[in-house]
């Protein structure tokens, strides 16, 4: 009968350590998924808010733009030169105006689908992360419940043990 008590007192105090121990647990798994969540906030305020004309890839491709734009005029000077009509060598401006134009058209339409993908990625990160914190507070709730159940039975052991006694 002693042994009963002192196993279900043992069994109460294993359970309120064991809850105890798991809720600590899930405290640092929390600040985990936390601390992800503001890495990705600050991944996505960085990624987003970049210049897209400052990227490298926009920049070789205006480099790109500016060479070819050079290479023409230099070929309508050289046309000038030896006796081309000012229409001509408007056409040639005209087509300058046109490729930069074209660049910077295509850097824009790049660089916004760029952000659409950093957005998406955010989205999902921060999907799986609203995900994990919902998790932990479904495993605290099951933790309390266990930790609730084992102090509960073995208070009625405690009790059968003592009604036995009598």
């Given amino acids: ?13 294993g359970s309120i350590w064991g809850g105890a121990a798991k809720a600590k ?3 640092r798994a929390k600040k985990n998924l936390e601390a992800q969540q503001a890495k ?18 926009s920049q070789a491709a205006m480099r790109q733009a500016e060479e ?17 009509t000012e229409e001509a060598q408007a056409v040639a401006r005209e087509a300058n105006a046109a490729a930069l134009a074209n660049t910077a058209s295509n850097i824009a339409v790049a660089g916004q689908s760029r952000k659409d993908n ?3 990625t955010y989205l999902n990160r921060d999907a799986q992360v609203q995900q994990g914190l919902r998790d932990m507070e479904i495993g605290k ?5 266990q930790a609730t159940e084992g102090v509960s039975q073995a208070a009625m052991s405690i009790g059968n043990a003592i009604d036995g006694k009598k």
Wanted: hydrophobic share 45%.
């Fill in 25 to 27: 647990a899930m405290k």
């Fill in 118 to 120: 950093v957005e998406s």
């Fill in 141 to 145: 709730a099951n933790a309390i419940a």
């Fill in 68 to 84: 070819s734009i050079r290479n023409r005029t230099r070929q309508s000077q050289g046309m000038a030169a030896v006796g081309s």
């Fill in 40 to 57: 990705n906030d600050a991944w996505y305020n960085r990624r987003y808010n970049e210049d897209t004309m400052q990227l490298a890839a």
């Fill in 1 to 13: 009968m002693i042994g009963s008590i002192i196993g279900a007192g043992v069994s109460a105090i």
